[in-house]
């Protein structure tokens, strides 16, 4: 069946950084389009970077010059890299294909304080 489990996130102080993995099994990845969401207490998850197949990139515009989002095909997995943190981008981090209807991992949470 198709799994994504992400891996990655933890506490990290504001202008520090992290990077997100989601490794996906079940499905072919290399033709699938990959995303990272977030939800944040209290608010909708909202699309943070998506990557094609073909390595096409679209970024929210309040990561846009700090987030990278990247794909290693023969790994299957995609990545989020995440640079100059903020308090406001703490949230829950989920990875999610477009293969079928669409499936989602688990989420792994970031937290940005000091």
């Known amino acids: 069946q198709v799994q994504l489990v992400e891996s990655g996130g933890g506490l990290v102080q504001p202008g520090g950084s992290l990077r997100l993995s989601c490794a996906g099994s079940g499905f072919i990845f290399r033709y699938s389009t990959m995303g990272w969401y977030r939800q944040a207490p209290g608010k909708q998850r909202e699309l943070v970077a998506r990557i094609t197949s073909g390595g096409i990139t679209n970024y929210v515009d309040s990561v846009k010059g700090r987030f990278t989002i990247s794909r290693d095909n023969a790994k299957n997995t995609v990545y989020l890299q995440m640079n100059s943190l903020k308090p406001e981008d703490t949230a829950v981090y989920y990875c999610?294909?477009?293969?079928?209807?669409?499936?989602w991992g688990q989420g792994t949470q970031v937290t940005v304080s000091s």
């Open positions: 999610k294909s477009d293969y079928r209807s669409g499936y």
